[in-house]
């Protein structure tokens, strides 16, 4: 039942960048040859644009025929309901976070170009089995038994359909931006977001085991500065081991490939 919550996790990374701004400004209106006596006043500047929409998804017209859409803070039984049609209602059931789905979906993709992902933000319970290194306090490397722990969930991962789970995203995609605005961004697009992060993941690096670990206190980090430096998002894949990072970039690409692909779009 493990590999069940990749399944939702696939959910979870469709709706996963910082939002591509274009900022301008009007030309200063200025006065040929004022006056002497009248002093020069400050041209008015106009107000910043909004930021450029890279990728649009559907206008309204895209739901013409269909039920309405819940207020956000009141979706959770629908946006439940439509991942289990996906997932299986056993697996959402035991596996989702049945509070602020959306929210906590939201905050979870955002937070992957970061260092950390807040645990109390996760849409989803942890993936089984304890983290594992093998070595000592001196010298210590990844287990690859850890790599084990994500193979049953790549499983689920494989046949998913993305077009499927793009379409559901769409249908509730003004809720996920919503929930985007309420995070901080009043003129953030989510969508360019989730973009950005999905390409974030697909540029994490292939690396081979054995991979270094250092114990500078309580938890294990990657020895090589550079590979600690990076996003959460890559460190997750990194950790799932090669074989499965290949999987789940995949998956990404077909997802990515789904969004950019959906019709009526606005302009």
């Known amino acids: 039942m493990s590999g069940r919550r990749l399944a939702i996790a696939a959910a979870v990374v469709l709706v996963l960048g910082v939002v591509a701004a274009v900022w301008y400004f009007?030309?200063?209106?200025?006065?040929?040859?004022?006056?002497?006596?009248?002093?020069?006043?400050?041209?008015?500047?106009?107000?910043?644009?909004?930021?450029?929409?890279?990728?649009?998804?559907?206008?309204?017209?895209?739901?013409?025929?269909?039920?309405?859409?819940?207020?956000?803070?009141?979706?959770?039984?629908?946006?439940?309901?439509?991942?289990?049609?996906?997932?299986?209602?056993?697996?959402?059931?035991?596996?989702?976070?049945?509070?602020?789905?959306?929210?906590?979906?939201?905050?979870?993709?955002?937070?992957?170009?970061?260092?950390?992902?807040?645990?109390?933000?996760?849409?989803?319970t942890a993936v089984p089995g304890a983290f594992q290194a093998e070595g000592d306090e001196e010298h210590a490397v990844l287990d690859s038994r850890n790599f084990a722990r994500y193979r049953p969930m790549v499983a689920v991962i494989r046949p998913l359909d993305m077009e499927r789970v793009a379409t559901l995203y769409a249908h509730f995609y003004p809720l996920f931006q919503s929930a985007y605005q309420d995070l901080g961004y009043p003129n953030g697009y989510f969508n360019d977001r989730l973009i950005e992060v999905i390409d974030l993941l697909l540029a994490t690096p292939q690396v081979s085991p054995p991979i270094e670990l250092a114990r500078p206190n309580v938890m294990y980090v990657y020895a090589d500065a550079a590979l600690e430096a990076r996003p959460a998002g890559q460190k997750l894949l990194i950790r799932m081991g090669p074989d499965n990072a290949v999987a789940v970039k995949a998956k990404l690409l077909e997802l990515r490939a789904a969004l950019t692909a959906l019709p009526l779009q606005k302009k």
């Not at 006596?37 to 309204?60: E, F, G, S």
């Not at 739901?63 to 056993?90: F, H, K, Q, Y």
């Open 26 to 124: 009007g030309a200063h209106p200025t006065v040929k040859n004022p006056p002497a006596a009248q002093a020069q006043q400050p041209a008015a500047v106009p107000p910043p644009a909004q930021p450029a929409i890279l990728h649009p998804m559907p206008d309204a017209g895209a739901r013409a025929g269909l039920p309405p859409l819940p207020a956000l803070n009141d979706s959770d039984a629908a946006i439940t309901s439509a991942l289990g049609e996906i997932l299986g209602a056993d697996a959402v059931k035991i596996y989702l976070v049945p509070e602020n789905v959306i929210r906590r979906i939201v905050a979870t993709v955002d937070n992957l170009p970061r260092q950390k992902t807040p645990v109390s933000k996760r849409p989803v």
